[in-house]
């Protein structure tokens, strides 16, 4: 089945710690996206690529960091310099040609502070 | 700045009445204007796309339409499992998605 994987579902994270959330996508879309969502909040952009090896900061980008090596992959890194990182993280893929432009969403990671 | 805004937050229906959802959008080069649903916990889950203005989708007893600065989510009869958050979106011509904050809909048995 084609789709976007986001791994683990659920993370705790140290105080001061670095952590990798994992995004796979097999839709063969060019462009993925990582989102932050807060309680009864809205889609929040942290991170956008449009192809592989470039990426663009998003509206809160600061504290995290992406790399793009292969198509089907885009990891977000929540550093220790994000004061805040309890939250739902979306990742998201989309084609960036074509008729259809619509993004299609993995199932999310909740990353809990302990 | 481009931007989305949807009304009402939260929205209560009895079973089977029926209601509108409103996104209203300011966004620059707008190329696509998309609907989607979120249950709690779960990822959002694509429901309509919409690319120009007078355009209408149709799925179940929801339908999507949009106008030059608003698009509207139509829900006819609405069930309980229609219970969700929809969220709405533009896309500013590939470039990224810009979300509203969503619409809580309950649906009373």
């Known amino acids: 089945d084609g789709g976007i994987t986001q791994s683990p579902k659920y993370l705790f994270r140290k105080e001061g710690q670095n952590v990798t959330l994992s995004c796979e996508q097999n839709?063969?879309?060019?462009?993925m996206y990582w989102y932050r969502q807060d309680p009864g909040q809205g889609l929040r952009l942290i991170y956008y690529?449009?192809?592989?090896?470039?990426?663009q900061k998003g509206d809160i980008a600061e504290g995290y960091s992406v790399s793009r090596e292969k198509k089907e992959s885009f990891p977000l890194t929540v550093t220790s310099a994000q004061k805040n990182p309890t939250a739902f993280y979306l990742c998201a893929s989309s084609t960036t040609s074509g008729g259809n432009t619509e993004a299609f969403f993995g199932q999310g990671t909740r990353l809990t502070v302990v | 700045e481009d931007q989305v805004t949807q009304s009402p937050e939260a929205l209560r229906l009895q079973e089977g009445e029926s209601s509108s959802l409103n996104c209203s959008y300011t966004?620059?080069?707008?190329?696509?204007l998309f609907w989607y649903r979120q249950d709690p916990g779960k990822g959002p889950e694509f429901l309509f796309t919409?690319?120009?203005a007078g355009e209408e989708k149709e799925k179940e007893r929801l339908k999507a339409t949009l106008t030059k600065k608003e698009s509207f989510l139509h829900i006819t009869a609405p069930k309980p499992e229609d219970s969700a958050t929809y969220l709405c979106?533009?896309?500013?011509?590939?470039?990224?998605?810009?979300f509203g904050p969503g619409t809580r809909l309950s649906v009373l048995p």
């Open positions: 839709l063969n879309h060019d462009a």
């Open positions: 979106a533009g896309d500013n011509y590939g470039q990224n998605f810009v």
């Open positions: 966004v620059s080069g707008l190329r696509g």
């Open positions: 919409l690319y120009s």
């Open positions: 690529s449009q192809i592989v090896n470039d990426f």
